[in-house]
């Protein structure tokens, strides 16, 4: 189950995108598993994706294809198979990512270059292309502007819950929609890259400017979670901006409004890599850790996640046991050079633990396990060198994620 609150929120309808999809039994049987978007055309796409180098043949497609739109036309669908990542599959694998594009292009009368392809699931078999192929024309003849919930859920794979964010919001008296859905539950460690997660708004915004809103707001949402520390092979995130909600295009960051898109863009893209934290694989709890008082950025985040990913720590928070030692250990091994121990604090929720790098004599063993035994918990950490700071989410080892993914090809 979930923790805390997952609630699929009103998804409103954004102007200039249609969604699609249906059962193509890729793999999963009497659930939908493949979905298309469909953008308007002149609508602006931005897209960042995994870095591993074992990148998937839809990830190296879609961004061959986001690059030729750089002097050609823009992408106008997006098309997301669930159930098989098309990765680790050779030659096979790109031309069956190829032949999924030619497909959708021969139906809808674009070019293949202005397609995207998408795959989520097991890694190292090939695609059922048949089946695949033979899933588009359905999954056309059911688009409409408000299946975003639809799409949500299908795109899942482990997750236990779909995943959306929307918002309306103005601009000059314009009124504008931000929507968005993500998928994800395990090997989440995004290196960007997300898992998946697809966004769109009807505001005007340039391609340059809706390239740099994504990248931007990517950096502290999705590259800020982990679940296990591993990076996907398939992890890609698109940003469309359609325009059709009317006023005049942002094209520059000096533009005031480029300031406002961007807090929107923030809160939905938080929301979304939050909720995959929330259903984490076995998830029981909800771990923010915060890290303070690093010379600079790059350090807080290697102690947040050293913190974050430590297998020991995230079984001793679902065990609820204020085993402090094992905080300090990650903080230790974080590798933050020429780090003065002595200066080193640590909160769990509001019960300082660690006092100048030892033991708080006034800390309990009752007082921390009251906070271990919270469903969201608060790590913070001051390291005592200076004024950066950065904050990871995490969650808890349970005994359901060592079955999860025991059992992931059974």
């Known amino acids: ?159 236990t819950t779909p995943k959306g964010a929307s918002e309306q919001f103005e601009l000059d008296g314009v009124t504008y929609t931000m929507t968005g859905i993500s998928k994800g539950a395990g090997m989440i460690r995004p290196n960007m890259a997300t898992m998946l997660s697809f966004v769109a708004t009807d505001a005007p915004i340039s391609r340059e400017r809706v390239q740099s809103l994504l990248q931007t707001t990517v950096e502290h949402s999705f590259n800020r979670i982990t679940i296990d520390g591993d990076t996907s092979t398939n992890d890609s995130c698109i940003f469309v901006a359609t325009g059709l909600a009317g006023g005049t295009e942002i094209t520059t960051q000096d533009d005031p409004r480029y300031q406002q898109v961007l807090d929107v863009l923030a809160r939905i893209m938080n929301r979304l890599a939050q909720l995959i934290v929330r259903d984490g694989e076995g998830a029981t709890k909800f771990i923010t850790v915060q890290v303070e008082g690093g010379a600079n950025t790059q350090e807080c985040c290697d102690v947040a996640y050293s913190v974050a990913e430590s297998p020991l720590i995230k079984t001793a928070l679902f065990a609820s046991d204020p085993n402090w030692g094992r905080i300090v250990m990650a903080i230790g091994k974080a590798g933050v050079p020429n780090l003065d121990s002595s200066k080193v604090q640590v909160w769990l929720g509001d019960v300082q633990i660690c006092l100048d790098g030892g033991a708080n004599p006034d800390y309990t063993e009752e007082a921390g396990a009251a906070v271990m035994a919270e469903k969201e918990i608060t790590i913070r950490i001051d390291l005592g060198r200076g004024t950066a700071k950065d904050t990871v989410y995490t969650c808890d080892f349970s005994y359901d994620y060592v079955k999860i993914n025991a059992d992931y090809r059974s």
């Open 1 to 159: 189950m979930a923790v805390g609150d997952v609630t699929m929120p009103l998804m409103h309808v954004v102007q200039g995108v249609k969604i699609g999809s249906t059962e193509a039994y890729v793999r999963y049987p009497n659930r939908r598993d493949l979905v298309i978007f469909e953008f308007a055309e002149g609508s602006n796409v931005a897209g960042v994706f995994t870095q591993s180098a074992f990148a998937a043949a839809p990830v190296l497609l879609s961004k061959k294809h986001l690059a030729e739109s750089a002097s050609q036309k823009q992408p106008r669908y997006l098309i997301i198979n669930t159930g098989n990542a098309n990765a680790a599959t050779g030659t096979i694998g790109y031309k069956n990512a190829e032949a999924t594009c030619a497909k959708l292009a021969e139906l809808t009368g674009v070019q293949s270059s202005q397609i995207l392809p998408f795959s989520t699931g097991v890694i190292g078999e090939q695609l059922p292309i048949e089946r695949l192929l033979q899933g588009i024309q359905p999954a056309l003849n059911d688009l409409n502007a408000d299946r975003w919930a639809d799409a949500a859920s299908g795109i899942m794979t482990t997750d």
